[in-house]
């Protein structure tokens, strides 16, 4: 017999490890087909609602900001250009951060009953997530050029990276959060008014110009205020070159989702006994 | 040939969480790798070998670790201790419709269960419509799993066990599930499924069906082996290890106690001539009640055979009787069966306690008996007969 596993104490999968690689893409697939199904198509307005959701925020922010506030200084932006930018990774980070956290309690009856590596959740519900709301940034993009923004498309070339980037940070903060959560419930509860604190600490809804000079180094070390200004750079400038911010982003998402593996590593074999 | 599946000195300790504090410092613990501080030993030393197409079946009360080590089995979790071996072509351990989601259709949930076992798109192709035809449960495959009789689930799940063939075919408790003559269909399709060599592992509480379909059995009691053997073997010994518990739980209840608790309680039992009587013979059954009012309490008999079938039952209330009272508070029953009908084999006798009025059932003692007797008549008793005119 030559392919025989040992399962002693430490290692978890009775799959020999040629067609484990083949059996996660298989399990990936379907968790991430299932996810897109019963989120946006399980309901006629699920799909329709994830891209309202967005575009009505849109709507009132820019009713509030310009009509009410009448802000200016968007970098010689309109209003609605600038913020749809980096309102809509925002917007995504966050439902996939939330999502994910939950995610594993919707997978209990498999977890408990079959061995499958559980990262694979968390996976398939922040791949979902991102796909979807990379689907509607693009098409607000294209609307926002329709009636005569000047969208630098060329910039997507950029973009498309500086959204991968992202989503390797919220992956591993999503798999160490996930994992947090089948534990301490309080997670998820802690996370929402979190995220919404940071949204207004993040120059989404304003230009990094308006901030204070004593407190403007403060909001410019949010990771996330880095993404919303290099979006702008390329999407409403169509500046492409990197910078040496670009490469320090890419460590520490890398950081961050090596760290949140590392963690759901950690917990994952007692989530049977816990969830 | 060696085993498809080797289980050896696996031991299994659960984290032992009481408060929310207590789980933060398990997550911190298991973060700063190490073992939780305290734990609970669910499974301790259990070894056991499998081989392919042989069939295991695994008995215990509830508790007693058999879910926990079909999930170590299964990968599900990872022993503490000890470690499991699959040899041969290994391929995916299945537990019978373990791999369904509530949420997804039939068709859904066939498809996971693909993807489960690592079953590449186009190869479900081709399997889906075998597992519906053999499913054939209709219109409902196009229905979330949710809305399933739970008949329907096991039909789905050994239809999918059937046609994608897990190396080892896990099953808890499933044949529990739906009325008799679908349990004589499971069982029919786990046979055929074991002549085909597919390799069983077993979880059930019924004797019966341990040892129709397995050859050998494992005991679990308080996580560790009882008895490992042929199936018969263990089974046997099972069951005389619950008369016995049964029995020694239905010890008269200490008069102290059953005076504070304000019941009527039978004292005492005794069986004449004894535990062991000839078919035919007259047998007698007397013993004491304790009164906790001093009001005389009634009485009520009951024989049942080993299994539990009750033969007959007579209480004193029903024969106009009011027992004696002896000295303080406790009364005197006896009652005799006269040339005892029932066929040989094991009995139980239980005597109730009831209240003066014989409506409120209060303590009850059981004890176990055997007639015994040369006689090729069937039944539980012999009845009154004649041949011809």
Known sequence: MSDSTSVAAGTASLVAAGSAGRRNRALLRNFFGREIHTRYLGSITGLAWALLHPLALLAVYHFVFTTIFRAGGFQGHSFLLFVAVALWPWLAAQEALQRATVSLAGYAGLIRKVAFPHELVVYASVAATLALQFAGYLAVLLVLALVGEPVRFEGLILAIPLWLVMALAVLGLSLGLAALQVFIRDVEQVLMPTLMILMYLTPILYPLALVPEYLRPWVAANPFGWLVGRLRDCLLDGRLGLEWGDAVALAGALALFFGGRWVFRRLSPQFEDFL | M?????????????????TRRGRVRLVWDL??????????????????ELQRGASLGVIGENGAGKSTLLKIVAGVIEPTRGSVRVNGRVGALLELGSGFHPEYTGLANIELAAALLGLPPHEIEGKRDEIIAFADIGEHIRQPIKHYSSGMVVRLGFAVATVLKPDVLITDEVLAVGDESFQKKCIAWIERYLEDGGTLLLCS????HIQKLCRVALWLRDGRTERYGPSTDVAQAYLAFHEEKDASARQPLAEAQARAAGVYAIQSLELAPGDRIAQGADLTLSGEVLSPDGRPPAVL???ARADGTSVYGVATDMDRVVLDEMRGDRYAFSLTLLRLALLPGKYIVRVHALDPEAVRLFDHVERSFVVTGETREFGLVQLPHRWGR
């Open chain 2, 205 to 208: 509480h019924s004797m019966y």
């Open chain 2, 301 to 303: 008999v009951g024989i």
């Open chain 2, 31 to 48: 973060l700063r790798g190490r073992a939780a501080a305290q734990v609970f030993r669910a499974l301790d030393g259990v070894d056991f």
């Open chain 2, 2 to 18: 060696s085993a498809l599946l080797a289980v050896a000195g696996v031991g299994k300790d659960y984290a032992k969480v009481e």
